[in-house]
């Protein structure tokens, strides 16, 4: 891969980390919720998840799924219960407490897990994956070579994006000392909609 079309690539995935999505959603209830140095788990999670589809996606197994319609429809409805349950874990979670003595203290296997999970929830990206990353790739360079390029490209901006995001987010500590109940509903009702849009999605 030349320097020129690894540059193209960066812009690419730097705007596709920036769309909003499941993970960015995740990374910003727990920056908000509980800080962004502890958000670290969720984000390494959900990146471990993406190279697994990134992964899979250059292995062939988006051409698989494109193949049979059946497969992929119910990997969309268990990807959509999971976004929907997560919805409801949020909302009946309490409100932020900035009371460390109050507060409850974050599982990290947890949060790693859910942002696996939310990286994985969506099987579409494993054929967007599977369309987009050919692209970039020459028949002439060596395959591992530039699947270690690309993956690491991604995993690196995709981290650096839902980092940036939990900063942000942490910066609404006080306010959710206040609203924190509304603030996990109203991130509560996004994760419903996009677990119940996911299976209804061509």
Known sequence: MSFDTWLIYL???????????????????????????RTLPTIAGGVLG?????????????????????????????G??????LGIQLWRSPGLQLNI???VQPNWRAQCQQ??????????V????GAFLPQFMSPDAPFWQQFIL?????????????LVVAMLASRLRPWL??????????CAGLFASLGVSLPLSQ
């Open 150 to 162: 690309l993956v690491g490209t991604f995993a690196a901006v995709e981290c650096l994006a839902e």
């Open 126 to 129: 494993l054929l967007f994956f």
């Open 80 to 85: 959509g219960a999971y976004l929907v349950y």
């Open 11 to 37: 812009a690419a995935v730097t705007a596709l980390a920036l769309t909003p999505g499941p993970n960015s959603l995740l990374a910003l209830c727990h920056g908000a919720t509980l800080g962004c140095r």
């Open 101 to 103: 003595q109050d507060a």
């Open 50 to 78: 993406f190279i697994l589809m990134i992964s899979l996606a250059m292995m062939g197994i988006g051409s698989l799924m494109t193949a049979s319609a059946s497969l992929l429809s119910l990997l969309k409805y268990l």
């Open 177 to 186: 000392s206040r609203h924190g109940s509304a603030f996990n509903r109203v």
């Open 115 to 124: 942002g696996f999970l939310a990286a994985i929830a969506n099987p579409k």
